[in-house]
């Protein structure tokens, strides 16, 4: 029950740690092209449109982090 406690921790980090780096990234691209309420509009389509996508992103990417962590082990 340990072990699944600290995976949830882990995932409910990684999943707020990249909302907040999409919706600073679509932000600074609505920006840079001009449409106004630049966080709203980012906000809106994050939670629109790509939150399933941040979401499962974010446990692909330990899973992919320990694969990669164990042929760094076993290929020198």
């Known amino acids: ?3 699944l406690t ?3 921790y ?6 707020l740690y990249q909302c907040g780096e999409y919706i600073s990234m679509s ?3 609505f920006w840079v092209l001009g449409i106004q ?3 709203k509009n980012a906000l809106f ?5 790509h939150l399933g996508t941040v979401i499962y992103g974010s446990l ?10 164990f042929f760094y082990l076993i290929i020198p």
């Open 27 to 29: 932000a600074g691209a």
């Open 60 to 69: 692909v990417n330990p899973i992919l982090g320990l694969i990669s962590g």
């Open 10 to 15: 882990i995932w409910t980090n990684l999943i």
């Open 45 to 49: 389509s994050l939670l629109r449109f």
């Open 1 to 3: 029950m340990l072990i």
């Open 6 to 8: 600290i995976i949830h």
């Open 37 to 39: 309420h630049n966080f």
